[in-house]
């Protein structure tokens, strides 16, 4: 059960993406240990280590039914992230899902079958955002990093569970560094993406809206 809930959240947790013009020019592999892809990987990690609050619209699109969306259409909602430690996914309706990490906990909300699903947040690859310190070695790895003239993309695998999915980070490089979300490609090789939009940092979140208000009759583990 917890294996198959792991792979349920990686791809309902899924949000970037492809803001990059694949078609404005071809991607070029930069091998992970050279100076370039340190360098890649350094500033990727400084940044999101960096970031204290933060405040996200984010867009999602799956082919995948039920994740968010009811009937695998695109749908949008609102990121929160204060670091470490908390982040919520509220999705807008009629969506009836929520999606909440506190206390090292990951709880996936769904109000229309009232029933709350439950992981260790540490266990899922995008809770390397929670962090006190995002690093991308130990047990996270970086796979490959693909770079175009717009922007750079870092695939993340888990070290011990590799099976579980991927998640690859987009960034724009210029004028400054930036992150425009992320993108899911889960066992069955189903991309779930979701772009990232009007950011604002730094903000004074309060932190109730992590705390878990829904009472449902079924809470999962």
Known sequence: MIKCLHRL???????????????????????????EGMEIISRAEQYLSALTTAK?????????????????????GVFYLSRPGRMRFDYDPPSPIT????GGKLLYI???????????????LLGIFVRSQVRFSG??????????DEGVTISLIQAANPELGEVRLQFVQRPHFEWLGWTIIDAQLRLTKVKLSQGQFGLAINNSIYKFKFKPKTRQK
């Open 9 to 35: 959240v990686l791809v309902l947790l899924t949000a970037t993406v492809l803001s990059l013009n694949s078609a404005a020019s071809p991607a070029a592999e930069v091998q992970v240990n050279s100076p």
């Open 56 to 76: 996200f619209k984010f867009n999602q699109s799956s082919p995948i039914k039920g994740l968010g969306n009811l009937q695998g259409e695109d749908v949008s």
């Open 99 to 102: 999606m909440i990490a506190e």
């Open 110 to 124: 769904d109000r229309d079958l009232d029933q709350v699903s439950e992981l260790p947040v540490d266990t899922n």
């Open 139 to 148: 047990d996270i790895v970086v796979k490959a990093i693909d770079q175009t």
